[in-house]
């Protein structure tokens, strides 16, 4: 979840920045967005200035945050090929502990 008026949201995105070009090169991983409470031109303008090329979904009604969970921004959630939320971060998260959920992931029998 990410807005562009939350301070954690942008202290964490330079380390989203990094996963996403990391391991879209890699094809491991991907990484998605989901605009809370802001605008879509608010969010694009900040991604033209600070980078992210990532999808960024829209949800007006909030009704997806709810079915998450979400009490505020920032909240990240790492989700497994099968569809299993296998971490959340709230606050922010770093790219050290992205990483780190992934290798995890990776090491896991399929």
Known sequence: M????CVPCRAEHPDLVAFAAEHQAAGDAALFGLVYADTPD????YRAQNGGSWPMLEDPDGRVALNFGVSGVPESFVISPDGVVVAKYVGGVRLAQLDRVLTDLQARPQ
């Open 42 to 45: 608010a969010v694009r303008q």
């Open 2 to 5: 990410f807005a562009t008026w």
